[in-house]
């Protein structure tokens, strides 16, 4: 999926929290991290005000993504989850086949046990000090439940490829990807 202006903009207010340094914004996120989204009434000053006009599902995918901001407020524009969990992976070699477990049952998750395994993941990423593109998880949240599940494809495709050691997926591999989902 590709993330539309008003994700790009929220993601962006959520890093202006955290340059600002905001521990009382990232604190009351965080509170809603283990909480069904948009059930942390701490989290309401923070994330309301941001929100466009949307559907209940939509707000909670914003509701969802600023809960683990909270717990992780690291941001790249490079590549999806896939890329991230696959940058833990190769942090971690003896833990491959956890990490690998874990982002399995991620794509098998349904959209009301979404939230703990993307809260167990985005740990693992904050341990392994791996940032997220966290505009575009709002973005691929958005199609989580599609039938033909374009974003654990391309999450999968992202974790499973081989990169050399240091290399960055390419603006090409990033085109393929986005028409591989069309």
Known sequence: MKPKEHEKRFV??????????NRGALAALRR???KPP??????????????PNLSRRESEAFFL?????????????????G?????????????RES????????????????????????????AKEVPVNWTQLLADLRAWHWSDRPVQRAWAQEFWRQVAPGQAPTEQDREQN???EG
């Not at 962006?12 to 955290?18: G, P």
């Not at 948009?38 to 929100?51: D, I, K, R, S, Y």
């Not at 993504?65 to 590549?79: C, F, K, M, R, Y």
Request: charged residues 15%; aromatic residues 6%; negative net charge.
């Open 12 to 21: 962006a207010y959520l890093q202006s929290l955290a340059q600002q340094e």
């Open 32 to 34: 809603g991290s283990g």
């Open 38 to 51: 948009g059930a942390a009434p701490e989290m309401f000053p923070w994330v309301v005000p941001h929100l």
């Open 65 to 81: 993504v600023a809960a683990l901001w909270g717990l992780h407020p690291s941001h790249t524009d490079q590549g999806n989850l």
């Open 83 to 95: 890329t991230t969990l696959r940058q833990v992976a190769e942090k971690a070699p003896q833990g």
């Open 99 to 126: 990490t690998e477990r874990r982002f399995v049952a991620l794509l098998n998750a349904c959209r009301e046990d979404l939230p703990s395994h993307l809260r167990h993941v985005i740990r693992l990423a904050a």
């Open 178 to 180: 986005l028409e591989s």
